[in-house]
């Protein structure tokens, strides 16, 4: 009775399994394809005993999900750049047709064609492409277009020689290709302007950032000048009077004293006339020095105006350089009167007097100092000394490196200042066998 109930069992579950169709072959589940299937389920000749169900195995299949085209119509800066490369080729095509020889039309047919092929293929490309930017194919496309009529009427004026459109007809007004030209012109412009906008707004931050740096090294450069200038005018006013009393009282006065105490005989017995010249001499040259400073400090001062007084110039300067043993070598001619300040003025020419004399390789070294028309002249018979190089001297920034051995006059910078304060002009003339350093007096 058991082994009935349980064959009765067994016969159901079978029967019931393909009434049901468990055949899951279209059942999709979170992308996998399941199928199951149940077809042998036997029982042996025994009803005591049930086979084995030979159950099949569960096959799935894996279906990626199709991605959504994406319309993309940014264009990208290699978008920009192709689409320019293509207007450029409409721009660089010939205005007119009329007047070509045959064989270049044919040349310009060639290079048509060549750049029709490359668009289609790269039109093609951009349509195989899943995120498609419509807009660059749209100009691709009319670029094509366009350049299918310009081969048209290259055909067309081969055959007839004249300039046909598409159609066949005289072209007397402006075609469709002009205006598909302008058209892309003005988009292209239009891109290009936005770049160029943007460049120029990233420039003008840059700038303002670089502005606002320089703005506060400005301001720490001036405050560093307001520190040292009233520093110099201390210096100045130290210069000015305490080491005036020194210079030009106190030991004036103390050697007239002690020339006063002591006899000829006492200055013999000790040996000390020497000495006392010496002592003479040195402070003559103090004081010379002292004037000069004391005339430099001055321009310190904001608004100066110098202190001029009318000499003679020949007279002037020859008693500024006659103590001095270089004095030998210099000629002075006439050169009437002058009104200058007598310790800058003779300063400035001493320096060029010093440097006529300093870069010289004569074996006799001479200065010549003489007015020629509106100028005083400064001649030297040394190295020569152009006004290029002047000019790269007195560059206000120029860098040490920057000026040979043969550039660095001593004092020239300071020279160049003083005349200038005079209202006279420093130029420079490179003679053969010497050099002009000339003097606009007038």
């Given at each position: ?26 059942t ?83 290079q048509?064609?060549n750049k ?53 007809n ?33 420039a ?94 001055n ?26 043993s ?64 002047l ?52």
């Amino acid at each position: 009775m058991k082994k009935i109930i349980l064959l009765i069992l067994v016969t159901l579950v079978s029967t019931g399994l393909h009434s049901q169709n468990l055949n899951y072959n279209d059942t999709l589940v979170d992308g996998i394809d399941v199928s199951w299937s149940n077809d042998n389920l036997q029982i042996d000749g025994d009803t005591s005993q049930v086979a084995a169900m030979d159950i099949q195995e569960i096959v799935t299949t894996w279906i990626p999900p199709e991605p959504e085209p994406v319309d993309e119509t940014k264009l990208s800066e290699s978008d920009l750049a192709s689409i320019a490369e293509d207007l450029q080729f409409l721009t660089d095509l010939p205005k007119s047709y009329t007047d070509l020889p045959k064989e270049d039309l044919k040349n310009v047919l060639v290079q048509i064609d060549n750049k029709i092929n490359k668009l289609t293929a790269e039109r093609d490309l951009l349509l195989a492409q899943a995120i498609r930017n419509e807009e660059l194919i749209k100009s691709k496309e009319n670029t094509i277009t366009s350049l299918s009529k310009e081969k048209n009427i290259i055909g067309l004026t081969l055959e007839t020689d004249d300039l046909m459109d598409e159609n066949g007809n005289l072209m007397t007004e402006k075609t469709d290709l002009e205006k598909q030209r302008e058209t892309l012109k003005k988009y292209l412009y239009g891109a290009l302007g936005v770049v160029i906008l943007f460049v120029l707004i990233l420039a003008v931050v840059l700038q303002r950032k670089r502005i606002q740096v320089q703005d506060v090294e400005i301001e720490q450069q001036i405050s560093d000048i307001a520190k040292k200038n009233s520093y110099l005018e201390h210096a100045a006013r130290i210069i000015r009077h305490d080491m005036h009393s020194g210079i030009n009282t106190y030991m004036p006065r103390g050697i007239t004293s002690l020339e006063k105490r002591l006899t000829v005989e006492d200055i013999q017995r000790l040996k000390i006339e020497g000495a006392l010249k010496m002592v003479k001499e040195g402070l003559n040259h103090t004081q010379k020095v002292y004037k000069s400073v004391y005339e430099f400090t001055n321009l310190v001062k904001q608004n100066v105006v110098l202190n001029k007084s009318i000499v003679d110039a020949k007279d002037l300067i020859w008693k500024y350089i006659s103590p001095n043993s270089y004095s030998s070598q210099v000629e002075i001619s006439d050169l009437g009167d002058m009104e200058v300040n007598e310790t800058l003025f003779c300063n400035a020419v001493e320096n060029l007097i010093k440097n006529g004399l300093s870069y010289n390789d004569s074996e006799v070294k001479k200065v010549k100092i003489y007015n020629e028309e509106e100028y005083l002249i400064v001649e030297d018979n040394g190295k020569g000394f152009s006004q290029k190089q002047l000019e790269k001297h007195l560059t206000k920034y120029s860098k040490k490196a920057d000026v040979t051995g043969e550039e660095k006059g001593l004092g020239l910078n300071i020279c160049v200042a003083i005349l200038e304060e005079h209202g006279f002009k420093l130029s420079c003339e490179k003679i053969e066998g010497g050099t002009k350093m000339k003097i606009k007096i007038k």
